[in-house]
RNA sequence: GCCCCCGUGGCGGAACUGGUAGACGCGCCUGACUCAAAAUCAGGUGGCCGCAAGGUCGUGCUGGUUCGAUUCCGGCCGGGGGCACCA
């Protein structure tokens, strides 16, 4: 369809006369014109992007969507927000990238699945649809050929190929590691799903099981995925802040303390610990419950295999008893101090010492550790202060019931005596380094991780196969390249709890690609944060052969800005940190970090109503009465009353949700947008409120009026420059070009919320300029001037309320597209005044107001400021101690 | 327990790097239009004193730094988030 093809409205209430007419202007109709400008926009293709467009690039990109069924209003606020970025780059002459896709895997499929008959591939599918719907109704400018669904086998042979090109790498590794087994659905549950101790599901008590799994070595990445953390500048200080604690580094020495008397092959105890300096306060060692050592002291000791049992009953019994009374068991093993191999400790097993960190075992020097002190005195082993504060006489340092763990000097410990924390660790370790027991060092320095392999196995249907086939002959083998993808078969069946995949025979045998022998296909599929961890450079080239397109990536990658909840602070992030290298050391890609802006938006939270009997009831159940303290609610069905309770998340349990599809039909997408953009900063959470909607829709009418009558009184749309402007015209002018700037600086800071209240201001400002004309028709210069802040306006405001914008542009007399229009061009000289108004303080206080030529110098604006009578008064005749003058700002007198 | 963030009118929130506290919106009050209502338009709206001009107090509480503090520093109180026997 060609420009003069396109249907163009004809502007609303052009008549004679502007006073008869803004009385009978009709209102915008939302309805109407939204879906009008959406298939003009979509007719002519403007949102579709090309790779090779000579402008520089922009990505924005909002995290994509799990395909729950519906859109909710969490959804409306994060892809709005990154609507109005890539509506506004597009303006200022960006190729821009702002694509959708769906995280389409995930455990909801087939719990609906089980529920309700239906396949989860159906099922997905058909909420794909809805919602699909659902966000086209919004109007965002989505490049939508760029869709992809991770569920698709064209989307997952990717992966699959990835990960056989990360095995190869070295980056993926198969072991056993401790998992929820829910003993009934026959299934490993995320930590999410255990709830006190119980599956979700099930309610079956979960239990620890030792499985063979595979895993991504993210931890060969640690210690990149912290230091380049430094580099996102453009991330909230917070999710680094949450990644670096997650990563959770820790420099110490790996020390080891050798045993009396050898036990069962064991002849020392290896310890990690961070605190080598008080080393000379140690009273014991403790080992975990799951120790090496440990085991074998219980193969020979039941009461010790008694403990062991407590501890891990303990280990299942929740955070309830999370702050469990540290328990420990004297094994009486007895280990040598390092530095003293007369200096015995007594060995204990312990329940609060972890396995899975560091080496499994402790020294305790309860002075300094409030764990270790807890223990000590449950114990009565001796409480040595080996760390003074500066000051303290050591001989009256005495520890009560609380360690100190604080700066100070080494006291107590022999050669350390008098150095300081950093020193003593350095000394401690220089000595034990060079020390030997049997050919080996007694200590070296180690750093220590928090982080963790990621386990991608899952026991599920509905998420990528493995493409691994097991041999009995020949093991472990990768699928070749050649027999990818391997698809999920569609023939299965949920009636029967555990894996369906694990079921399916004919699925499951397979010939060894190796000896042609007979094998079986790995019944494990990923994670479906592995799905997550690279669309965002599937977007770049959605139908390349290979994973990527290295021309697409290079040009496009990294993510300019991405923006998503903060729920996904660590671990989606983190892993498409990780998943990015690992794609650059397979060649996959070529960069480290895959988002160079991060924006975390807060929730959408609204009241919830509760009735008598404890029951949530939705907002569109009740009726409201009164307001501020006095306000009560009722259930419309019956009038009982209903208790307003606290605002919360938008849940399904609270009943506090509100459809967008009913906002969307009732006031329309620009309505919903400007709500969501206005008032909350877009970082804060957001209270949806009806009164703030109506709000929000009253200004789309009251722009809509305004632009209508800016139109009677606007000059034609190609009308030259006036050589001068009178004062009314100027005020115009700087009111338009004030707004142009300051939303501008605002979009590109992602302050929406005063984006919106800058337009508010501005259209208060042109509304009343359009008042004082009195519906006479302007002179020249004031009506270019009316032209041009009416066309500013509404090229401001298109990001936010495209819709609108669009029926706007054409009633102000525009044959083309908004949308498609620059970001108009600042007149800055606009923004200066001749002359500025500087409050006037006297001792801080704010007193009088001087009015001085925008370049007057210091001595001048004093002049002026002791000229006043306030100031006068103040000083009594006497002379000023002091004045102060702040350039553009204030002046301060000192009387 | 540790770490981080936040406390501003009746409400959501503005206030750039220490420089007029309360922009803008919601709500409320008054007026215009209307037979009336809604919508719309005009005006007002932190507390206290005052007819007014104006004064005075005021950014969780409390000290401090400064000519000047919502902003910086110390202590306390309240709310939210992250991690959690991490050696």
């Known amino acids: 369809m060609t420009a003069a093809e396109i249907p163009w409205p004809s502007p609303p209430g052009r008549k004679k006369d502007p006073i008869l007419n803004r009385m009978k202007s009709e209102r915008y109709n939302a309805r109407e014109a939204e879906p009008r400008w959406q298939k003009i926009w979509d007719e002519r293709e403007i949102f579709k992007t090309k790779n090779d467009d000579p402008r520089p690039k922009y990505y924005v990109l909002e995290m994509f969507p799990y395909p729950s069924g519906r859109i909710h209003m969490g959804h409306v606020r994060n892809y709005t927000m990154g609507d109005v970025v890539a509506r506004y780059m597009r303006a200022k002459g960006h190729n821009v990238l702002h694509p959708m896709g769906w995280d389409a895997f995930g455990m909801p499929a087939e719990n609906a699945a089980m529920a309700n008959k239906v396949h989860p591939k159906a099922w997905t599918y058909e909420n794909i649809a809805t919602m699909k719907k659902q966000l086209k109704s919004m109007g965002l400018s989505l490049d939508w050929s760029r869709e992809v669904a991770t569920c698709d086998p064209s989307y997952y042979q990717h992966q699959q190929k990835m990960f056989l090109d990360f095995w190869k790498a070295g980056l993926v590794e198969r072991k056993t590691s401790k998992v929820n087994w829910d003993p009934v659905d026959m299934t490993v549950l995320a930590n999410e799903q255990v709830i006190d101790g119980r599956g979700w599901r099930s309610g079956a008590e979960v239990e620890q099981r030792e499985l063979t799994q595979w895993f991504f070595k993210i931890t060969n990445y640690s210690e990149e995925l912290l230091s380049a953390l430094d580099t996102l500048d453009r991330w909230p200080e917070k999710v680094r802040l949450m990644q670096k604690n997650w990563i959770g580094k820790s420099e110490g020495l790996l020390c080891r303390f050798m045993l009396a008397k050898p036990q069962g092959g064991h002849g020392e105890i290896e310890v990690f610990t961070t605190r080598h300096d008080t080393l000379f306060g140690a009273s014991f060692v403790a080992i975990s419950p799951d120790h090496p050592l440990a085991k074998s002291i219980a193969a020979q000791n039941p009461k010790a295999t008694a403990f062991i049992e407590e501890c891990k009953k303990m280990g299942t019994a929740q955070e309830a008893i999370d702050k469990a009374e540290k328990l420990g068991f004297d094994t009486g093993i007895r280990a040598q101090h390092p530095f003293d191999a007369k200096w015995e400790l007594p060995v204990y097993i312990a329940n609060f010492v972890l396995m899975e960190y560091g080496t499994g075992a402790i020294f305790g ?26 000051g303290i006489d050591p001989k009256t340092f005495e520890i009560g019931t609380e360690a100190y763990d604080g700066e100070g000097r080494l006291a107590n410990s022999r050669f350390l005596d008098g150095m300081t924390i950093e020193e003593a660790k350095e000394e401690v370790a220089k000595r034990l380094e060079r020390e030997t027991r049997g050919n080996r060092p007694v200590a070296q320095r180690q750093i220590q991780y928090r982080l963790r392999d990621w386990g991608i196995s899952r026991q599920r249907y509905w998420g990528c196969p493995i493409p691994v086939i097991h041999c009995v002959k020949c093991g472990v083998v990768p699928v070749p390249d050649k027999d990818l993808p391997v698809v999920l078969p569609e023939d299965i069946e949920f009636e029967r709890p555990g894996n369906p995949l694990d079921r399916h025979a004919a699925w499951k045998k397979v010939s060894c690609p190796k000896c042609s022998g007979a094998a079986r296909r790995e019944t ?64 996959h890609a070529d960069l480290d970090e895959p988002f160079k802006g991060l924006f975390t938006q807060g929730m959408v939270v609204h009241e919830t109503y509760e009735t008598k009997d404890g029951t949530f009831v939705s907002p569109a159940e009740i009726r409201i009465e009164g307001m501020g303290d006095a306000r009560t609610a009722s259930l419309l069905s019956n009038g009982e009353p209903v208790s307003i309770g606290a605002i919360e998340k938008m849940s399904k349990s609270k009943r506090n949700t509100v459809d967008p599809d009913d906002i969307l039909s009732t006031y ?72 142009l700037a300051r939303v501008g600086e605002d979009i590109e800071k992602l302050r929406f919320n005063r984006c919106v209240a800058h337009i508010y201001e501005a259209a208060n400002s042109l509304g009343s300029a359009v008042s004082k004309t009195g519906g006479a028709k302007p002179s020249a210069h004031l009506a270019y001037a009316f032209r041009e802040a009416g066309d500013i306006m509404i090229r401001i405001t298109e990001p936010m309320m495209p819709h609108l ?91």
């Open 365 to 390: 020097c309860p002075a300094h550790d409030q764990r270790d002190l807890d223990f000590a005195r449950k114990y009565k082993l001796p409480v040595l202060p080996v760390v003074v504060p500066e």
């Open 668 to 739: 329309g997408a620009d309505t919903a947008r400007w709500f969501m953009l206005s008032d909350s900063p877009p970082e804060r959470d957001v209270i949806w409120t009806e009164e703030g909607v109506q709000g929000a829709h009253r200004f789309v009418q009251r722009l809509y009026r305004l632009t209508n009558e800016i139109a009677e009184i606007a000059a034609p749309e190609n009308v030259s420059r006036p050589a001068e402007f009178g004062a009314e015209a100027t005020a115009i002018r700087k009111t338009a070009h004030t707004a």
């Open 524 to 587: 494990d599929t990923m994670d479906t944060f592995v799905d997550s961890s690279w669309y965002f450079l599937r977007f770049t080239a959605p139908d390349a052969k290979t994973p990527t397109d290295a021309k697409a990536v290079n040009y496009w990658m990294p993510v300019d800005q991405y923006i998503g909840g903060v729920e996904h602070a660590i671990l989606h992030l983190l892993y498409s940190r990780f998943f990015t290298r690992a794609m650059k050391a397979t060649g």
């Open 805 to 895: 914008a669009e029926t706007c542009w054409s009633a102000l007399g525009h044959k083309n597209l908004v949308t498609e229009q620059a970001w108009p061009k600042l007149e800055s000289s606009l923004l200066l005044e001749d002359e500025i108004t500087l409050p006037v303080q006297i001792n801080g206080k704010k007193r009088a107001d001087v009015t001085v030529p925008r370049d007057a110098n210091n001595a001048d604006i004093e002049k002026a400021v002791l000229a006043l009578d306030a100031v006068k008064k103040a000083l009594e005749g006497k002379r000023p101690k002091k004045i102060i003058v702040v350039p553009q700002r204030i002046v301060n007198v000192v009387a």
